[in-house]
């Protein structure tokens, strides 16, 4: 069955180093990936959409890159600060209507 | 107001008890989702609507129970809820729904359920 995982363990870095985060897919050919940010007892926010035709994508301190090969999406936060420090889901469509799979998430934590 | 609105934002409620989450968007989108999101598992997608007609049921205990009177307002029923069923309860809402949509969801803030 189609699947993206995600790194289930904490990422646990300096302030000012770059976050480097993973999102892996099996058993299909997303069109393209999302990234989504989620603070404790709130929804997710939409960052970052890349097509499977882009390689990378940038948005201020983040940065996305999707490799087809590897079935594999890299989300980057370059230099981190603590308010960065939040679970981040990686999601793609599924298959019909619009239905978006989602990773399990990765919780990162940035330390002053 | 603007975005997704959900509440309550928390309930408990008994296993025998009947109440409804409500979720109402804000930003003239068509179709809107129920997520559940258990700890430490990827969200799980329960009901879709599309211009307020259901067209994905992902096989959901028939104790959850969606409606949808328009395109801007979603209500989840529940009734004789198991306490496994214990979990933030999450509504988006999309743009649209076909294969050229790219589809970002806008979630709200989510409602917290605890079932004893």
Redesign the interface.
């Known amino acids: 069955s189609q699947k ?1 995982e995600q790194n ?1 363990e904490a990422l646990n870095i300096q302030e000012g180093k770059t976050a480097t985060l993973t999102c892996n897919y099996t058993n299909y050919s997303p069109a ?1 990936l ?1 990234w ?1 940010r989620q603070d404790p ?6 960052l970052l ?1 890349i ?1 499977e035709n882009e390689k990378e994508k940038r948005k201020e301190r983040l940065k996305v890159t999707f490799d087809t090969t590897l079935k594999q999406s890299l989300f980057h936060i370059t230099a981190s600060q603590p308010a960065d420090s939040a679970t981040y ?1 990686c ?1 793609s ?1 599924g298959g ?10 990765t919780r990162l934590a940035v330390h002053p | 107001e603007t975005g ?1 609105t ?1 509440t309550p934002r928390h309930l408990v409620m008994g296993m025998t008890n009947k109440k409804s989450l409500k979720c109402e968007q804000h930003l003239g989108h068509n ?1 809107m989702y129920w997520y559940k999101q258990s700890a ?4 799980e ?1 329960m009901f ?1 609507y ?1 211009l307020e007609e259901r ?2 049921n992902n096989s959901v205990p028939s104790r959850f129970s969606p409606e949808c009177p328009n395109s801007s307002h979603l209500f989840l029923h529940l009734h004789t809820l198991q306490p496994e069923d214990s979990a ?1 309860y ?1 509504c ?1 809402s ?1 743009q ?3 294969e050229q ?10 409602s ?1 359920l605890t079932v004893l």
Request: charged share 20%; no cysteine; glycine share 18%.
């Open positions: 993206i289930s393209y999302q989504y007892g709130r929804g997710p926010v939409f959409l097509r889901l999601a469509r019909g209507y619009n239905k978006l799979i989602f990773g399990a998430g | 997704v959900q179709a430490k598992k990827p969200l997608l879709v599309s067209v994905e933030l999450l988006a999309s649209g729904m076909g949509d790219t589809g970002e969801l806008f979630f709200g803030e989510g917290r």
